[in-house]
Nanobody, 130 residues
């Protein structure tokens, strides 16, 4: 059974930093894309950042470029999202997801053009106070 275990998140002041992590159990990730998505109340889900496990190619959403960094830890089958210069508009539930397919396109997965049947984590809340 595939499990995505998210950790991190929490409350931080604007301008601060926060890390969230996604540990994956039960699935070899070669050929798959892992990503972080977020959804704020009343808003549509947004692809934040995605990474190809095999090629390490990445995609960052326009609203987080220059502030967020995605990386992998192959020894722990974990994907990290480092968030800096946080803004109140970054407040959302952050979800980790894995594209079940092996098209291996981080950009397409993050833009939600593929992977409609992805594996999803339970989410972790990130709140940025002004």
């Amino acid at each position: 059974q595939v499990q995505l275990v998210e950790s991190g998140g929490g409350l931080v002041q604007a301008g601060g930093s926060l890390n969230v992590s996604c540990g994956v159990v039960g699935l070899g990730l070669d050929g798959h894309v892992v990503g972080w998505f977020r959804q704020a109340p009343g808003k549509e889900r947004e692809g934040v950042s995605c990474i190809s496990w095999s090629s390490r190619s990445t995609y960052l959403g326009p609203s987080v470029r220059g502030r967020f960094t995605i990386s992998v830890d192959t020894t722990k089958t974990t994907v990290h999202l480092q968030m800096t210069s946080l803004k109140p508009e970054d407040t959302a539930m952050y979800y980790c997801a894995i594209d079940r397919g092996t098209l291996d396109r981080a950009d397409l997965f993050c833009r939600q053009l593929v992977g409609q049947d992805a594996y999803w984590g339970q989410g972790t809340q990130v709140t940025v106070s002004s």
